[in-house]
């Protein structure tokens, strides 16, 4: 117990929490700090590119794992259920329509992949080692989620409000959306870097280790500075939108998944570290790919619920109290 | 000089469904368009600002084209349509050009 | 398509001022508007460009609005009143929209 | 508020090409003007985007002047001739201007 | 004496001030090259996230020095009294309006940031140890100048040609605009970084070491060559509006403010390192957060004076010729 | 031989040429992968800056070899002679017009910063030398191909249809038009980061080693995801204009500028590595500076034959096959 307040502490008191607290007062008191769109994006194609690397030429470094294969299944699978089980609490628990609810639980199936950043640099941090192929698991958890979020919406359109007046069929996700759900931009530099890291191996990364390996964790401090922004700005201007019984829902929600993390994790065979990550995977809620693809695919959905709610309220807590949570919980059941 | 009348058909509509209103473009044969990023902006769905943003879904963009009077209505129609679902809006001006061909 | 007549007022505004500009908006109740960058522009205050320039204070935006016809001197004089001590122009100008209930 | 009728002439034209075009407005004592950016584009020399180019040559920036009709020919002129031989548009459109001096 | 000459040659040759000849030749010779506006804001903000939070991190090794309260409070009144000095001067010497002159010593009262960055890496090169906390300090001085620039330009309206026709009254500084200017974009990086830097400490620092440390003096050296584009820029299309007299204000108020940094800082007891960026601070003039204040609550006072005066003139001084002279200066007097 | 497929493969599997084919791929797939604007230019500008800084470091340090002015010599003779030889190929070849050969034939005579530094990086690889002084020879070459290329296009000008109906003459380069073709910004950029390098030395690069040195070949392999990208896309929209002849063009004129190159490079007396390099400047096409200049000296030319034709043929050949070949061949003549 002394152990996750400790960890707790360090991670409260660690840059990328203070810079994303930063980020976040700034967006709070009005400050007109903001970070570039170009750089943003920079940035994040920066560590979609070095994760993605780093995953593939450790695999290539260590060799396929056996259970490489039954981790992306088990990924996959929690895509799909979570948002399932996430949908029939958050209907009871809240009065967000049914499009609008659908389009939030399919954030929660899919993932945050700074989230996932976080917890890979806490598990360092502690001296814990995980899978490297980890990342393909995050990737592979991107997309499922989204299919059934609009299936989710599709059966209930009838009965909300919003479908009503003769517009087109809502969730009508045609070969063109779903293309641009798949090759997301974000995706595929995260899986063409798997491979190619794979591919070119230790000796390719170490080639190119200065720029995606070194720099790696204060770039990321950077890019929580702006999400902290953008949650501020987020929260501050979207705060009217989320009643209580829905924030509250982005609080406990990634608990939930974090059990469905847990279980899968176990299941898999994967080590302490592999477990959190897992958990943590299942604990966050995507606000990129999802929210890209809902926009396209169902936009009767209120991107005012949604994204305040994964990017403001969720994320914070799994950056803030989750991620050291997650270890702690990985390491007390597998340690 | 001698210039022709030619309606400027203005659409503010989001990043992530430009494609779809460039492909409403290409079917009816809109024979050019122009596109820029907006800002920042403020309408029914809220207020929105693209700085810092990294997942393109609160960022807009803006695109007019210059099309001849006979054809807006035939352009106006599938537009509305795709940007009355989405976020956006469409307005419609008058413009003078200097080669009447150029812009049917 | 049966379209309503409607005023667009684009303002040039020092990208400093903005945040005024849009109080302006927001207090005369102006429904909604979009903001773009300018790169460079020339005026009485004299030229100026926008790249490399790290101080904010040589950026410019331009903002439009759509209103209805009988607020645009509501919305004119104040915004005017703005522009005027600042860097910075005002036009109106006329458009045809789809949904004339979207723009008052 | 009392306005005046002014012309917008507006121009797309390649990146490259600016510097002669803002040339092209000195010579002939254009009293302002603004540029921006355009994103992407299409037209008869086929489509183009911005994102991700390092070469400049597939850049357009869309200038904007405000002057008064009187002047309109004389500035459209030497543009016109300048953007036929490059790749672009212009366009003149009618504005009101609330200080009539200031845009001659 | 051969110490000047040998610090000013090296110091002239080093990469930073070559990229901003580099940069200003361009600009004059009309050439096409610019740093693309989102990449200038990216580096802008790097830079003060870099100098606060190595500043910060190091008064967290070093512990607190008795005299950080000091030197903080000597920094706020220098910032205050340079003004005031600077306007006596520039209102008899040149024939600016009143405005004008207040807008251009709030200007000389506040601190450049890359000009203490400079004197930073010139200090390094000389092997000579400063505070750690002069960082804040230099943010202590960011805005004090700014009010009492708007007092000068309030007292003097009446007799200016600008304020007569019934216009709405000059260096009207409402809470809006105050809190604005407070929470500058830059100043809450820097302050922010500041802060994180001393609570996450030496740790904290080298978990980001390789991004804020060690590439910092090259991207210093690529800001260097955008402001020498600026500078030249300005100067080009400026050098109509600076009468010579102004232009001369811009060469000999530095040495003013230097004598100002110099006595301030022995008074306070710095070491020689903390006295040469002290003197640094005083006569360096601001470019990021003055110019901003200025245009919203001053817009009667013209930037194409204040601007060029600051960046084109008094920026290249200091960067060339007054850097080493201040730290000869330091080193004879406190060495 | 099997020293040539060696490298060959080698070369296919490296982390550059693997995020060319990803940037490639996700274009064709049509994915909305895309780099900012911004960044792009940002990261060009990088790379200018840290390969002519090195260069320059590297005179400084070993010398001036005295071969340096044979080859700047050769540099500017070869950029030359190629489009001559060129044109008189594609225009018996190919039925473009005139006026568009003309401006394809410049692409060829000029050269490709980044295929130079890719080449760079496999001599590294191979252990292979060459004189730092070849980024110079680089530079020479950049644009008296423009300048031939704009005469062959005049002398054609009366037998195109293009030009006749009372346009103004085609490859009008006015002074204004001279100096931005010369004061281009990448040019100056390389040409200034050159001599900065030089007149700073080993030490001054070293101070700036962290930040052009070390994430060098990082950044160049995200520089080459973008390159893919408007490959992709060139090649895409690009590809009914091209005709098979065309693209034949872009697959042997590499191999006849790389004999050109070759024996330059022998008759100046340059080392194995130089050779390499020389081989590969002649053999690589440009896609910065002659379009620009094209397209303000000669918008006649149509940009959509001979930009994908330069990135999107010839760039990848280079890439791919080019490279390895090209160094082989100097090992084989040379060594
Ligand atoms: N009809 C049009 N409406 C709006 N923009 C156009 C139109 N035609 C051309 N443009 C813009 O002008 C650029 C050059 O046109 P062009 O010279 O026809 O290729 C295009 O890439 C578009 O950005
Ligand atoms: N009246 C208006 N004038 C100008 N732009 C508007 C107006 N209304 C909406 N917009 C723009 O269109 C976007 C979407 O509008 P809406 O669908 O009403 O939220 C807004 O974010 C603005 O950028
Ligand atoms: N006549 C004009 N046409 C278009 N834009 C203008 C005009 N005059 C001024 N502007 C824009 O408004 C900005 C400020 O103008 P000014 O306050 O006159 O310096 C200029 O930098 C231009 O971007
Ligand atoms: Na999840
Ligand atoms: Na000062
Ligand atoms: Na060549």
């Known amino acids: 117990m002394a152990g996750i307040l400790e960890l707790a502490a360090a991670n409260l008191l660690s840059p990328m929490v203070l810079f994303f607290a930063l980020g976040l007062a700034a967006a709070l008191a009005r400050s007109d700090l903001s970070i570039p769109e170009a750089v943003a994006k920079g940035m994040s194609i920066y560590l979609m590119m070095a994760i993605g690397f780093k995953g593939g030429a450790g695999v290539a470094a260590h060799g396929l794992d056996a259970t490489l294969g039954l981790a992306l299944l088990a990924g996959v699978i929690l895509s799909a259920i979570i948002p399932l089980v996430a949908f029939q609490i958050l209907i009871r628990a ?23 950043l976080a917890a890979n640099e806490a598990l360092k941090i502690s001296g814990i ?11 592979a958890m991107e997309t499922p989620a989204i299919f059934v979020g609009l299936i989710l919406a599709q059966s209930g359109v009838a009965s909300t409000s919003h479908g009503e007046n003769g517009k087109a069929p809502v969730g009508n996700l045609d070969t063109t959306a779903l293309r641009e759900v798949v090759l997301n931009g974000s995706i595929v530099v995260l899986v063409g870097s798997f491979v190619i890291g794979w591919v070119s191996g230790p000796a390719g990364l170490s ?13 990321l401090c950077l ?8 949650a501020g700005r987020g929260l501050r201007d979207g705060s009217k939108q989320l009643s209580p019984s829905v924030v509250a829902f982005g609080l406990y929600m990634p608990l939930i998944g974090a059990a469905f993390g847990l279980v899968a994790g176990l299941l898999v065979g994967l080590s302490t570290g592999g477990v959190a990550l897992m958990i943590t995977l299942s604990a966050s809620a995507s606000y990129i790919a999802v929210p890209a693809a809902m926009r396209l ?20 807590f799994n950056l803030v109290i989750g991620i050291p949570l997650y270890i702690a919980l990985a390491q007390a059941v597998s340690g | 000089m001698e210039t022709f009348k030619k309606k400027r058909i203005e659409i503010v509509i989001e990043a992530l469904v430009l494609k779809r209103l460039l492909e409403v473009f290409e079917k009816h044969q809109v024979g050019g368009y122009t596109v820029y990023s907006a ?18 879904t609160s ?46």
Chains 1, 5, 6 share one sequence.
């Open chain 1, 297 to 316: 695919a169902l936009p009767e959905a209120r991107p005012a619920i949604y994204l305040p709610l994964s990017l403001g309220v969720t994320f914070p």
């Open chain 1, 223 to 230: 890019f929580l500075l702006d999400m902290g922004l953008i």
């Open chain 1, 94 to 116: 809240s009065d967000l329509p049914r499009v609008d609810a659908a389009a939030v639980v399919a954030h929660y199936g899919s993932i945050s992949i700074v989230t996932f």
């Open chain 2, 59 to 104: 960022e807009l963009r803006v695109v007019f084209c210059i099309v001849d009077a006979s054809r807006v209505d035939q352009v106006l129609e599938p537009v509305f349509k795709l940007v009355s679902r989405h976020i956006g809006i469409v307005t419609v001006s008058d413009v003078d050009v200097i080669r009447g061909d150029q812009f049917v």
């Open chain 1, 129 to 139: 080692e995980a899978e490297s192929y980890m990342v393909a698991v995050a990737a």
């Open chain 1, 207 to 219: 080639s190119i280790e200065p720029f995606i390996v070194s720099p790696f964790k204060g770039v």
């Open chain 2, 39 to 56: 800002q920042a902006g403020s309408g029914k769905s809220g207020a929105w600002q693209a700085d810092g943003v990294i997942s393109g």
